[in-house]
């Protein structure tokens, strides 16, 4: 059974309360909880969150050669750390960058990732579900 690490960071431990009108009134937890149902016969997903860029890059290091593949939300690091994308491309599993709001639509500071040239693909703007289609990725075969 494949291995997926579901990586968020800063700030995703508040979803559910934060900013419900762009990122929805549901808890990580809860919907964590109803993915990984949905996904045990295909999949062995595990959870982990962290507001810190290094703790971070050390999940990404521990779960990068232990695993078969890692969602990753990184927040707001995702435009502005350097550390982060050099953490993914030092690992053999491939990463997706996934965000729950479409980031192409909103301030112009967010369109710009240094993670995305480092990640296998990129998924945004479907709300918690873009979590589900980065697994639906990294399950299915291709090149
Ligand atoms: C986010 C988008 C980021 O720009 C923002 O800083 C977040 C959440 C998303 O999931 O839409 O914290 O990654």
Do not use: W
Request: hydrophobic share 40%; glycine share 6%; aromatic share 10%.
């Amino acid at each position: 059974m494949r291995k997926i690490l579901i990586l968020n960071g800063p700030n995703l431990n508040l979803l559910g309360k934060r900013e419900p009108s762009v990122y929805g009134d549901r808890s990580f937890e809860d919907f964590f909880h109803e993915l990984k149902e949905a996904y045990r016969d295909r999949a062995e997903l595990e959870y982990f969150q962290s507001n810190v860029e290094g703790v971070l890059i050390d999940k990404i290091h521990e779960a990068g050669f232990a695993s078969d593949g890692i969602v990753f939300n990184a927040g707001a690091y995702t435009h502005t750390s350097i550390a982060l994308a050099d953490a993914i491309r030092a690992v053999p599993a491939p990463v997706v960058e996934v965000h729950i709001s479409n980031v192409h639509a909103r301030e112009e500071y967010r369109r710009h990732s240094f993670l995305a040239p480092a990640c296998k693909g990129c998924i945004a703007g479907f709300g918690l579900d873009s979590y589900r289609l980065a697994v639906e990725a990294l399950l299915t075969p291709n090149p």
